[in-house]
Antibody
Framework: QVQLVQSGAEVKKPGASVKVSCKAS????????INWVRQATGQGLEWMGW????????GYAQKFQGRVTMTRNTSISTAYMELSSLRSEDTAVYYC?????????WGQGTLVTVSS | QSALTQPASVSGSPGQSITISCTGT?????????VSWYQQHPGKAPKLMIY???NRPSGVSNRFSGSKSGNTASLTISGLQAEDEADYYC???????????FGGGTKLTVL
């Protein structure tokens, strides 16, 4: 079955960077975009950006421009999202999701905690 | 503040129907047929329920339906069941630089 499995929880200090991975299985990795969405505790969903695994092309929400980088390794069907200059407000669960505009399925989520 | 406006909460009794609204602008909901709806149970990842305004993915119950009028999209759940109790989010393509926007979410309580 189509599945996205994300890396484990992370704890980072303010100013550091975090890199979350998203391993795809059950379909051709290069055939579908990967999007990243985050959710702070008790809050709503926030779209961060997308990546085309075939071309490597990316598009980022203006809010994250300059701080986020989305990449991939097609040999292992894995997408990555790196967020830099972390601050406490970046504490959230980060999800990857397959597709363009309709996100299905989603990864299980990765909790990133930013704390000194 | 979310780009799309949803009611914070709705409720209904088992067997009843409820509708959740999602209001945007002509730059997103009103201008394109790219509205999706997601269901999220506590501690779980969101699940796609409706895409392209009114289409259901395979495996989603036909009790879930979507529609759009002007700048407002709607999700209707008929024959409410206890398992429908969850948070629901709408999303839309937007012609702004953001590309994709979500609503603030609606908590559905089945009484």
């Amino acid at each position: 079955q189509v599945q996205l499995v994300q890396s484990g929880a992370e704890v980072k200090k303010p100013g550091a960077s975090v890199k979350v991975s998203c391993k795809a299985s059950g379909y051709t990795f290069t055939s579908y975009d990967i999007n990243w969405v985050r959710q702070a505790t008790g809050q709503g969903l926030e779209w961060m950006g997308w990546m085309n695994p075939n071309s490597g092309n990316t598009g980022y929400a203006q809010k994250f421009q300059g701080r986020v980088t989305m990449t991939r390794n097609t040999s292992i069907s894995t997408a990555y999202m790196e967020l830099s200059s972390l601050r406490s407000e970046d504490t959230a669960v980060y999800y990857c999701a397959r597709g363009a505009l309709r996100f299905d399925p989603w990864g299980q989520g990765t909790l990133v905690t930013v704390s000194s | 503040q979310s780009a799309l406006t949803q009611p914070a909460s709705v409720s209904g009794s088992p067997g009843q129907s409820i509708t959740i609204s999602c209001t945007g602008t002509s730059s997103d909901v009103g201008g394109y047929n790219y509205v999706s709806w997601y269901q999220q149970h506590p501690g779980k990842a969101p699940k796609l329920m409706i895409y392209d305004v009114s289409n259901r993915p395979s495996g989603v119950s036909n009790r879930f339906s979507g529609s759009k009028s002007g700048n407002t999209a709607s999700l209707t759940i008929s024959g409410l069941q206890a398992e429908d109790e969850a948070d629901y989010y709408c999303s839309s393509y937007t012609s702004s630089s953001t590309f994709c926007v979500f609503g603030g979410g609606t908590k559905l309580t089945v009484l």
